[in-house]
């Protein structure tokens, strides 16, 4: 048809405003096509990991050796394999884990070089070798002699190394993995033991039940409450919501841009329709032209940006392959991804544009041709704000304003969006600054902390007693949740906890922190039912006061009572705070934390997130750019006779651009200022349903120098759009005014 | 007859102001012949226009066109009816500004059943050389000659012009109307002008007057004049 020719023309004719859509088309199918097949690719190759390498269902530490595992076994119908570690010091300050070679539960995955086949072979976690330079043909000098290193591995149960199943961040600096052969193992010493287990049926807790008869279970760690095994869940949920929402939210935001280009494009071809109309064309063919707008974007926006999406994906797979000390990721863009990302802008776009040019086809040929139709009307407001005691330019901005609302509206949606996007970033960081700058230096006051492996009966060499146990609670939405409950000295001080006021909270009571008592509804005064998952036993608590703390779902209750609570010793602890580096014997300790250490892990941890909040900053000042260019280029050209007319009147450039770019700075404000609550009470959302799996909660914070950093960065944009729109405005020549008048 | 109005009456209604456009309007003209309506503004000559050329409708009596009835036609009806008779001359061209003058002829070859030769209709009207030409880049008669053009591709039965020459100079209006006389004479084209101008009248076979929506003269030019021999 040869109408298309017009489509290409007037794209052409119009660039600046379709670009603009096509750049939003090409970011949200982008933004898609990476990170849906990434998440997917992770998902796919983690439980095909899962799988071949037989990943444990939880993991346990007893008193005594089990005995008669083939008994349990059969009784049960679970595997059972018992596990041996040695922490060995490595280098200056760090921690290398040894794990001894599985053969039945969590086995290594061999990520490059050759598998273990001597006693003096060792594999090393990628991401620690990696910070501390080793390669694989190097030795290593360990307590029980030398091992080469014959490649890289990784392991279900430290898919996310950490040293600690309720650490949060991890640090290859500090800590890292490797396992040898039995009797690499053997080389090392005596070991810490303990047992991986994996369930025919669902009989977890009369085996518990059981085991805790014969023996004495010290920890049970259930694989959903181990962050080394469920961090990367979250992530990679994240991704995917990242892949599903945002894509969405940019087509939305595309379409609405898209709509409003398009209907004042209608709005000026009215009369080209009623002639195509009086020269005998279709309804539907009127429609097929004016659909091959849409059609043309979309195939160009989504094409473009399935493509780069395709090429990036790897990149995305291999960030979280690296991160994670994951298997190598399989599987490329899948036919399903490329033809939904192609297909998504069109779904978006075509019936929202079908219902602008069916709206226009509705009205009769006379009208269009008559060009009536395309008469401005007074708005309502207008009408009420006729007299204005304002300045002529003031009267004459205001009017702009109350004329275009729809434009306006626009205007604050559009920035409201990319402002969001710019906070994102900025919020996120600023929670993760507070969770663990600010609260983890005011509540933990100590340097180290080292949990026995048995009951302590003897005054701790120096510091503070504490003792901790596992207990499950059903939260408000009914999930169950995972609650550690600590006993400490009722005058501990190396552990400060706050209420909401800010005064301190005594340790005589019980305490729960703000994050727990949000998750189970608990106001200071009521009662929580708890169960202990040692012994599967339910107990009531009476919670005297809530913390204004998110570290985690934490109660602290006196030591004493802490012991009734559980049926522990009298005066037993199972663990000391302390200052000062303690020299307890390593086979007495079941883990030590270093506060240093977990500081430099959280750097280390923040660092790719600084520069993904650059990189998201990057992309919300791209979209704020096109929106407002966009917007802005379609003031200039609806006002063409206005701004010729005021030209002709002798008005400056400069005078002009206050006119009628003035008014802008204030939409941009608005839709900034609109933005702040938005994005807290949607990234508290995305929290909560993301840290679900996780057992930590975030609060939602934005720092005032992010706001106004956020907000100059917007207020720049716009400055530096205005300055396209200048160009656009000098323009328009004098005779536009003119020519209008005659048309 | 080839167009046969009987009785017909428009009512426009604006809000609660009713206006009676055309009051029992009867008219005839036969095939190919050239008729021009004369009227101030007002009058009801668009209106009839519009209701011949099926892009509006009346509220009473028939339009029949070569045995056609278009008061009994729908919305699709109307269409087709377009599509295949029914050839337009605006005012203003309402040329599509982004089309060459080739490609603005093009958009009725595209649609039409048996449309001439857009190069011969291009040389009928003298602006094959310019075919490469955007509007902008033409003058108003050469914009109209392009309007003339996509309405006579077609092979019309029937050309409707809208003061065709409106917006355009004495000489310019001159060529316009002789090139629809000759476009009358070679391709027997049955045409309808509505006008202001009392001078076009010497080239018609019919002349009507309309007046608030009535005819108050309807007669047949026995000394049919060309245009390069009438003076206004």
Same mark, same amino acid.
């Given at each position: ?42 998902? !796919? ?8 390498a037989v990943e444990e269902?939880a993991h346990f530490f007893l008193?005594?050796p089990l005995?008669?595992e ?9 595997t059972l394999e018992e596990r041996t570690y040695h922490d ?9 884990r040894v794990l001894r070679e599985t053969k039945e539960i969590d086995r290594y ?46 392991v279900p149960d430290y ?18 993995v490797?396992v040898v052969t039995a009797?690499?193992a ?5 070991g810490s033991t303990f047992y991986s287990v994996t ?20 920890r049970?760690i ?12 979250? !992530? ?164 702009? $304003? ?106 005589? !009571? ?114 704020? $750019? ?8 379609? $003031? ?108 | ?78 269409? %087709?009816?377009?599509? %295949? ?33 857009? %190069? ?65 004479? %070679? ?46």
């Amino acid at each position: 048809m040869i109408l298309r020719k017009k489509v290409l023309r007037s794209l052409n004719a119009r660039k600046s405003q379709y670009i603009g859509s096509v750049l939003l088309i090409l970011i949200s199918t982008l933004l898609f096509s990476a990170f849906y097949s990434a998440g997917t690719n992770v998902t !796919d190759s983690l439980q095909q990991f899962r799988q071949q390498a037989v990943e444990e269902d939880a993991h346990f530490f007893l008193q005594a050796p089990l005995q008669e595992e083939a008994a349990w076994e059969a009784r049960y119908d679970l595997t059972l394999e018992e596990r041996t570690y040695h922490d060995v010091s490595f280098a200056k300050d760090a921690l290398l884990r040894v794990l001894r070679e599985t053969k039945e539960i969590d086995r290594y995955a061999l990520l490059e070089g050759e598998k273990l086949t001597g006693a003096d072979q060792i594999l090393l976690d990628r991401g620690f070798a990696d910070a501390h330079d080793l390669q694989i043909g190097d030795d290593l000098s360990l307590p029980g002699g030398t091992f080469h290193v014959v490649g890289f591995m990784t392991v279900p149960d430290y898919i996310y190394p950490l040293k600690s199943e309720t650490d949060l961040v991890k640090n290859p600096q500090a800590f890292g993995v490797a396992v040898v052969t039995a009797d690499g193992a053997a080389r090392l010493g005596d070991g810490s033991t303990f047992y991986s287990v994996t369930f025919g049926k669902d009989n977890k807790e009369a085996f518990k039940s059981d085991l805790q008869q014969n023996n004495f279970i010290l920890r049970w760690i259930d694989k959903q409450d181990n962050q080394r095994m469920t961090f990367v869940d979250g !992530d990679v949920k994240g991704a995917l919501q990242v892949a599903e929402v945002l894509p969405v939210a940019i087509l939305l935001l595309t379409i609405v841009l898209v709509s409003s280009v398009f209907s004042r494009l209608l709005k000026q071809e009215y009369v080209q329709i009623g002639t195509l109309y009086a020269l005998g064309y279709r309804k539907r063919e009127i429609l097929r032209h004016y659909l091959g707008y849409p059609t043309l974007l979309a195939l160009i926006g989504g094409g473009l940006g399935t493509v780069l999406g395709v090429l990036l994906s790897p990149s995305v797979q291999g960030m979280f392959a690296s991160f994670y000390n994951l298997p190598p990721i399989t599987g490329g863009v899948s036919l399903g991804v490329v033809l939904i990302s192609l297909l998504l802008p069109f779904v978006f776009l075509l019936p929202a544009t079908a219902y602008l040019i069916l709206r226009v086809l509705r009205l009769p040929p006379l009208h269009l041709m008559s060009g009536q139709v395309t008469q401005p009307k007074i708005g309502r407001l207008e009408k009420r704000f006729r007299h204005l005691k304002l300045r002529f330019a003031a009267r004459f901005q205001v009017r702009e $304003l109350l004329r275009n609302s729809g434009r306006n509206l626009l205007m604050i949606v559009g920035t409201a969006f990319a402002s969001m996007l710019l906070l994102f970033g900025f919020v996120t960081q600023d929670s993760m600054d507070s969770l663990m700058g600010e609260q983890y230096e005011a509540i933990y006051r100590y340097n180290y902390q080292y949990l026995f492996n048995t009951f302590q009966q003897d005054p701790p060499q120096q510091g503070e007693k504490l003792s901790l146990a596992a207990f499950d609670a059903t939260t408000a939405s009914d999930k169950k949740t995972t609650i550690l409950v600590y006993g400490i000295e009722p005058d501990a001080e190396l552990i400060r906890f706050q209420d909401e006021q800010g005064a301190r909270l005594d340790f005589q !009571d019980n305490i729960m922190t703000k994050s727990l008592a949000k998750q189970l509804d608990v106001q200071a005064g009521d009662d929580v039912s708890l169960v202990n998952q040692l012994t599967s036993e339910t107990v009531t608590l009476h919670i005297d006061r809530i913390a204004d703390s998110y570290l985690g779902n934490l109660i602290y209750l006196p030591l004493d009572r802490f012991n009734e609570l559980n049926g522990f010793p009298q005066g037993s602890y199972l663990g000391v705070i302390t200052n000062d580096k303690a020299g307890y014997p390593a086979d007495q300790l079941y883990s030590v934390t270093d506060s240093e250490e977990l500081q430099a892990g959280y750097q280390a941890m923040i660092e790719p997130l600084r520069y993904m909040v650059f990189a998201i900053a990057g992309v919300a000042i791209v979209i704020a $750019l096109i929106v407002i260019q966009l917007l802005t280029s379609m $003031l200039i050209e609806e006002s063409q006779q206005k701004v010729s007319m005021l030209k002709v009147l002798g008005y400056r450039p400069k005078e002009l651009y206050k006119l009628l770019l003035g008014p802008n700075t204030w939409l941009v404000l608005i839709g900034y200022l609109l933005a702040v609550p938005l994005t807290i009470l949607s990234l508290q959302q995305m929290f909560n349903s993301l840290t679900e799996e996780m057992n930590v909660s975030f609060p939602i914070q934005l720092n005032a120098a992010n706001f106004f950093i956020g907000l100059a960065i917007m207020l720049v944009t716009y400055q530096v759009s205005k300055l396209f729109a200048q160009r656009k405005l000098k323009k328009v020549s004098l005779q536009a005014s003119l020519k209008a008048a005659r048309d | 007859m080839f167009v046969e109005v009987t009785n017909v009456s428009k009512v426009y209604q604006t809000g609660e102001v009713s206006y009676q456009a055309l009051k029992g309007v009867d008219l005839s003209v036969e095939q190919g012949q050239v008729c021009v309506i004369l009227g101030p503004s007002g009058s009801g000559k668009s209106t009839l226009l519009n209701a011949i050329g099926g892009i509006d409708t009346v509220e009473d009596g028939t339009i029949t066109i070569g045995g056609k009835t278009l008061t009994a036609m729908d919305d699709r009806q109307l269409t %087709e009816y377009r599509r %295949e008779d029914i050839g337009f001359v605006f005012q203003y061209y309402n040329l599509i500004p982004n089309l060459t003058v080739a490609e603005n002829v093009e958009v009725v070859t595209e649609i039409a059943a048996a449309p001439l030769s857009r %190069e011969e209709v291009l040389k009928a009207v003298g602006l094959w050389e310019f075919k490469d030409r955007f509007p902008s880049e033409l003058s108003g008669g050469q914009q109209q000659r392009v309007s003339i053009a996509r309405a006579v591709v077609k092979n019309p039965k029937l050309l409707l012009c809208d003061e065709p020459t409106g917006a355009l100079d004495y000489e310019t209006s001159k060529e316009i109307l002789k090139l629809l006389q000759t476009i009358n004479r %070679e391709y027997g084209t049955t045409i309808l002008i509505i006008t202001h101008n009392q001078a076009i009248s010497a080239m018609a076979h019919r002349v009507v007057r309309l007046r608030s929506g009535e005819i108050i003269e309807n007669r047949l030019n026995d000394h049919i004049l060309s245009p390069e021999r009438m003076e206004w």
